[in-house]
Structure formats: C-alpha cells, structure tokens
C-alpha cells in the first residue's frame, strides 16, 4: 500500500485513474444494459428474419408484393423500416380491414412476437427507422411537460386537435386521438409518418423533445375532468348542443310547466 | 290595526305624500299579462342577462386584461413555466387559484350560451306569431339589435381570456375586417393597434365587452320592456280576447311570483351546467400563440353560421388592378350577414308594404294562418341550419366516418337548394292545416267509433267541436290581395308599374289560404 501511495503524485496517475473510472462506468454499463435490453443474436435474428418472410408471405404479400416491393394499391416496404412496421401492425392499422380512406386503429391480428419477427424481416430488406428502445423512451425521466405541451401545440394540434382527441383531414382522412397509444407507437409515428402524418426527425424535433411530447399527451389522457363533464373536449360544438338541448330544453319545459293553468 | 301595520302604513304614507307613488303603483302593480309558456322566453334571455351581469362582475375583480408578458406560476402543472399573457394568466387563476372561480366563470359562459340560445327562440316566437306587426315595429328592431350585439358581445367574452382558441377567432375577426376592401387593412391596424396581435386589443375589446355594450344592453333592454309595457303584451287569439283588452293575471300578486320564481329557475339551470358541463377549459388550450392552430376551432353556436359560411365560401380571389378582392371572405363574413341582418330588420315593414295592413295587432296569428310568413321563416331557419351544422364539419366528419368534403358540397348545394323546398314544403303544411282546421269545424272531431247502418255501410262518428275551439278555428282574417291597378281612372300606365306588379305577385303569394267556414257552410252542412 505504501509503495502504491508513493505514486499518487505522479504525473500519470491523474489519467490512469480516469482511465480506471471510465472502464469502470463503462463496464457497469454494460453488464447493467445488457440486462435491460436482449440483443439478438446472429441466429436469433436469421430465425425471426425467417419467420417474419413466412408471416410477410402469407399475410402481406398479396398487396405489397412478394419481395415487399409494393403493388397498385399498397407502397413498397423496402426502407420503411422496423419501427414503421411495429407502428402499422401493433396498432392493428396493418393488415388493413378494407380499402378506405385510411388504416384505422383496432385490435392487432399478430402477436407481438409475430410484430417483431415481421419488423426483423422487412428491416434486413434495407435500413429504416429502428424500433425505440425502452431506454430512449423513458420519457417520465427526459421529458418536460410544460415544453411537451407547446410542442404539441405547435406540432400536433392543427390535426389532432389541443387536447389529443383528433380531427377531421381531407376526403375523409383524418387524425386520429392520440388518447390511449403506447408511447413506442407515439414515437414511432414521429420518426415514420403514417399515412398522412409528416415526419418528424430528430431535426425537426429532438429525442428529447419528442419525449416531453408523450410526456404531455400521457398526462393530458389521465387529467381528471376539471370543471365537470369534459364533452368530448372537442370546442364549442358539443357545448351548443348541450346548451339547446339539456339547457333550453329543461327551461321551456319548465316555462310550459309554469303556464299550465292548475286544473 | 296592530303596531307593525301602522308603522308599515306610515312609512308607505311617507313616501306618497313626498313622491305620489301609490296612484301610479296602484295603476300598474295591478296591470294585466297574458299567460303563455311562449311568452316567457324573452324572460329567459333577461334573467340569464341579469345572471352574466352578476358572474360578470365577480370574474372582473380578478381577470387581469394586460398582454403583459408573465410566466406562468399557478397551479396547473402543464402549463408552468411558459411565457403567456397577464390576460390568459388570471383567467387561469380564476380558475384554479381564486375560490369559486372556475364555478363563476363557467356560469357565466353557460349563461351567455343560453343568452343568445333564448333570444332566438323569442325572436322565433315574436316572428312566427307576427307579433312585430304595428304597433311594435320599433320593438322589433330594437331587438334585431340586442341579437346583433349579443353576438359582438359573446364573441368578444370568448376572445378575452386570450387562450389558443380565442386567438384563433380574433385572427378570424382580423382576416373577415381586412377582406373590407380598401379600407380592410387601415381598419385592422386601428382595430389591434398595429400588426395583429399587438399589445392593445385584450384592454381593448375588455372595455367594449364590460362597459360599452353592457350599457347599450341596459338601455336597449330598458326600452324594449317599457315599450313591452307602454304597448301592452300581445295575447293568443280566444273567446273573450280582442284587439281591444288584455286578458291575463295582474302583475302582483301572480306575475311578479312567477317571474321571480322563473328567474330562481334559470339561474338553477344555469348553475346547474356550471356546476357540472365543462366548458371552454382555457387550461387545455393553452396560451395563444399566432404560430399555433387547434383542429375543429369553432366559435360558440351562435356565430357558428358566420364560421359555416366560410368555410363552404368557395376559393373566389380576384385580383383587380394588382389588389386582391377576398370574395371568398367578404362574401360570407360581411355581405351575407349584412343583407340577413337588415332583412330581419326591415320584415315588418316589407310585409306591411306587401300587405298593406297599416291597422295596429294585438291579436297573435296562428302560423298556420299566416303560410307565406311561416314558409319564409322556415326557409331563413333552414338557409342558418345549413350554415350552422357546416360550421361543425370537421366534427361530424371524423364522428360519423364522412369526408368533410362532401360535406362541404352537400352544404354549398344545400344552401341554395334546400331553403326555397322549405318554403314551399312548410307552405303546403300550413295551408294543409288550414284545410284540417276548416274540416273540424264543419264535421266535427273524429270520435274513432265506427256505427253500422242499416245498410251495412260503416260510418265513423264525428262530435262537434266546443263552440270556444270553433271560435279559434275561425277567428283569424281573411287576408284579400292588395287590389293593385296597372292604369289609373284614364287608362294611363301608372309609374313604378314594375313595383307596382311585384308588390302584386308578393301580395297574392301572401294571402294565399284555404277559406275559413261560414255560417252559410255550416248551415249547409246541418241540411246533410
């Protein structure tokens, strides 16, 4: 210990033990990352490459084509990406119900393991947008929720309207809630844009900012009704029905009542 | 007399020896109303105005009307932090910080709804009754002006508390004052003081929304109910009334309990969905930003027509001599309005000149008795519906799974197409009706008792009707064209033919009716 303690003014000891440290943080990293997140293997992920192609084959390709080049009535889906997939599957938006205007949300027809093996296979295809990780969506911890807000309102709200609940596009279209998504499918449809969504990238809006973005819209969904019945929390138009329905209706039948000659 | 009657009797004497009050008490506390639930939605629209006074108030001792830059420091989590105005700030303390306050502010926003909700449906009333005849023309138009500026009034309430919304309607009301041509953009800058938004306009429109018009609104109603009084009420034709007598309840002690107690009743309905409806949750909107827009900014229902006439007005942008002409907004937000504002006006005094009737009615049409103005009522409801349920587009879109552009088309088409078969459908009903009325009187009511004659024939049994029910049937006039001669005496062409022929064809579309029963009929009928 002695002969050690020698050195501990040596001109070296400074960067050697900054050496130490950042192997250190680095190693504890890790080991404690790897315990979070499973990487696949190399064979992992030939095998879920396989059995994403048989699932694409029989379930996709009649409308993207046989090597998911796409068709006259569905895109190619070569670049879109894993997350692109997750996002249109997970939500169920994928495999369409009908040809109408839009894909819309309802319950998916794959598990989530049958998701990750088509998202594996349409990502080996070529490079895309990879599916957020648990880590990069901590948005409890990144976010900020006043920001969240603003960016939202900026971004957002002309479609999906100032509280989330969606809104009306052209022929039809339109813009989903975003009430009640998970917030990898949040994020995944800003780095993707869906169907008529834009794209959000990372220029546009930060990692970060996109967090503080689910962050409002998590918190915005489990506000309490402030000031009573929220009516849909869709503007004026359901307060003018409110209010010539339940509020005129109740006081012209009280006005009848009141005219009423006592019999 | 026992000691609190005496006192009560000198301290009533006190005051008539020194203002002589009890004459003109004892004359008007005994003057007589009708009795109609109709006749009660005028009061609807002036107890909620007494209620928007009172929330008003309290709302003004802590609304802060500045644009002043302030952070946010109040309770509400997701907004903290963020620059807005010191306008938008104390409406957000008044809703979460101040006591009662998102109670107050919701009240009085409830009861502006129902303001202008109850104002329709008297004017309704007051139209299809043909209750604005002589003498009460100028009441009409008084109130024609208390409908318009309760619209400024409303609009200008829901731009105060400067949240994304409100901002997004006064951007409207900047684009609909800039589409004035010529002057629009001169207008604009004095209207906001400069560029929009600028710093002046929520001081600004907070004085005309707290001062000046709820003055107006003092004076215009004030004249409006005196002249109720000065004219007396207008009763439903009966046996036993005329254009001569009132016949009703005295206002004390029965009317003054009925009106009291009615007005307990709206501010209970209306603190009711204060108490428990949501509306316009500023928090959620967030503050107003020009950069920002919702999906679905509507303004309150009763500027929901303008906002529908908008968005259906077609992309018609002429450019002369290198000026833009916004037909697409000047057409619907100023020109369409205007000629609807002023028609309304101007009814009573059209239909005279139709008519011809400079006598004075106190007497109420039934509408039926009355097609061609019922018809044209219908067919302006119609034209406003139209123009209303397209203001709510984007909504009916998205919940019933339509595209919004059908519904624009429906309502383009609609606008023009649906009105005039109103008129004619509503038309035809009345004059149905007429006929139904004159059927009861001459053959009685249908009693459902079915007899079987001698012969075998089935016949249905018909009971007369009351002599009082014949009496309604049968009271109203019997409208005659306007005997209107192209030539004079001479044979010579009268000036103003042209006039002269439409205020024919108008007036023989209006007397238009199915003639009502004669005694001669009757008589007839007995023979049978």
């Known amino acids: 210990m002695k002969r050690l303690s020698r050195y501990r003014r040596h001109r070296a000891a400074a960067p050697l033990l900054l050496i130490f440290a950042l192997l250190g943080i680095g190693t504890t990293f890790q080991v404690a990352g790897a315990t979070t997140t499973s990487p696949m293997t190399a064979e992992e992920r030939t095998a879920a490459i396989e059995e994403g192609k048989e699932i694409f084959l029989r379930g996709c390709s009649s409308c993207h084509g046989l090597n998911a080049e796409g068709g006259p009535i569905a895109p190619s889906l070569i670049g879109v990406g894993a997350a692109s997939v997750d996002f249109q599957v997970a939500t169920g938006r994928m495999p369409m119900a009908d040809m109408s205007q839009q894909a819309m949300r309802k319950a998916p027809v794959y598990t989530d393991e049958e998701v990750a093996a088509l998202a594996a ?3 080996s295809l070529a490079p895309g947008p990879e599916i957020p990780t648990e880590e990069m969506l901590n948005y409890e911890r990144d976010g900020e929720l006043a920001e969240g807000g603003e960016l939202f309102r900026t971004n957002c709200a002309m479609c999906h309207n100032f509280a989330g609940q969606g809104g009306a596009l052209t022929q039809g279209k339109y813009a989903p809630s975003v009430m009640g998504v998970k917030p990898v499918h949040i994020y995944e449809a800003m780095i993707t844009g869906p169907q008529a969504m834009p794209v959000f990238s990372d220029k546009t809006l930060t990692p970060k900012e996109k967090l503080s973005i689910i962050k409002w819209i998590k918190h915005a969904e489990k506000e309490p009704q402030l000031g009573g019945v929220a009516l849909g929390r869709v503007g004026p138009v359901t307060e003018g029905l409110l209010v010539w329905t339940l509020g005129l209706g109740l006081l012209i039948g009280i006005a009848v009542w009141l ?3 006592a019999k | 007399m026992s000691a609190r009657e005496r006192i009560a009797g000198n301290v009533a004497n006190y005051v008539d020896e020194r203002t002589g009050a009890a004459a003109w008490m004892k004359k008007n506390l005994q003057k007589v109303f009708p009795d109609h639930w109709s006749f009660m939605l005028g009061e609807i629209a002036l107890y909620s105005f007494v209620i928007l006074l009172l929330s008003g108030t309290f709302l003004t001792f802590w609304f802060d009307p500045s644009m002043r830059e302030v952070v946010y420091e109040g309770s509400y ?12 700030a104390s409406a957000l303390d008044i809703s979460f910080e101040v006591r009662g306050g998102l109670l107050m502010r919701q009240i009085h926003h409830w009861a502006a709804l129902i303001f202008m909700a109850a104002i329709v449906v008297h004017l309704m009333r007051v139209f299809f009754t043909g209750a604005f005849r002589k003498p009460r023309e100028f009441n009409w138009i008084i109130g024609i002006g208390l409908l318009t500026l309760g619209i400024v009034e409303g609009f200008l309430g829901y ?23 010529v002057v629009g953009s001169y207008l604009s800058y004095f209207i906001f003081g400069g560029a929009f938004p600028g710093y002046t306009f929520i001081p600004r429109i907070y004085t005309v929304h707290i001062l000046i018009l709820p003055g107006i609104f003092l004076a ?14 207008t009763q439903y034709p009966g046996p036993g009334r005329t254009e001569k007598n009132v016949v009703g309840y005295p206002l004390l002690p029965i009317y003054m309990a009925k009106a009291g107690g009615f007005f307990f009743i709206v501010f209970g309905v209306t603190a009711l969905l204060g108490a428990v409806a949501s509306i316009n949750p500023i928090w959620l909107y967030g503050p107003y930003t020009p950069g920002q827009v919702s999906a679905g900014s509507q303004p309150d229902w009763y500027m929901g027509w303008l906002d529908g006439l908008v968005r259906m007005a077609p992309p018609l942008e002429p450019v002369i001599f290198g000026y833009t002409l916004s037909l697409n907004i000047l057409i619907p937000g100023l020109i369409l309005p205007g000629i609807i504002f002023t028609g309304m006006a101007l009814y009573p005094f059209i239909e005279q000149w139709i008519t011809g009737d400079k006598r004075e009615h106190h007497l109420l049409d039934r509408p039926r008795n009355a097609p061609n103005r019922t018809a044209l009522g219908v067919m302006s409801l119609t034209f406003m519906m139209i123009a209303l349920i397209n203001g709510g587009n984007d909504l009916i879109a998205t919940n019933f799974d339509l595209s919004i552009n059908q519904i624009m088309w429906f309502s383009r088409i609609g606008i023009i197409v649906l009105p005039p078969i109103a008129f004619i459908v509503t038309k035809r009903i009345c004059l149905s009706l007429q006929r139904a009325d004159r059927e009861l009187v001459l053959h009685g009511r249908e009693t459902g008792r079915l007899v079987m004659m001698p012969s075998g ?6 009971e007369p009707i009351s002599p009082e029910k014949a009496w309604l049937l049968t009271q109203h006039e019997q409208n005659a064209p306007l005997q209107l001669e192209d030539t004079d005496a001479r044979g010579v062409r009268r000036p103003g033919l042209l006039k002269s022929k439409l205020r024919k064809r108008f007036s023989v579309a209006h007397a238009e009716q199915v003639a009502k029963p004669t005694v001669a009929d009757l008589k007839e009928i007995e023979h049978h």
Do not use: C, N
Request: aromatic fraction near 8%; charge should be negative.
């Open chain 1, 121 to 123: 296979y349409v990502a």
């Open chain 1, 259 to 261: 005219a009423t000659k």
């Open chain 2, 77 to 88: 989590e997701p907004l903290q932090g963020l620059e807005m105005s010191a306008a938008y």
């Open chain 2, 159 to 181: 731009s105060l508390p400067d949240d994304l919304l409100s901002g997004t309607g006064i951007r409207i009301a900047e684009a609909i004052i800039q589409a004035v041509p």
């Open chain 2, 220 to 233: 215009l109603i004030t004249v409006h109910l005196m002249l109720v009084w000065y004219q007396k009420h």
């Open chain 2, 457 to 462: 024939e089935f016949v249905e049994v018909h």
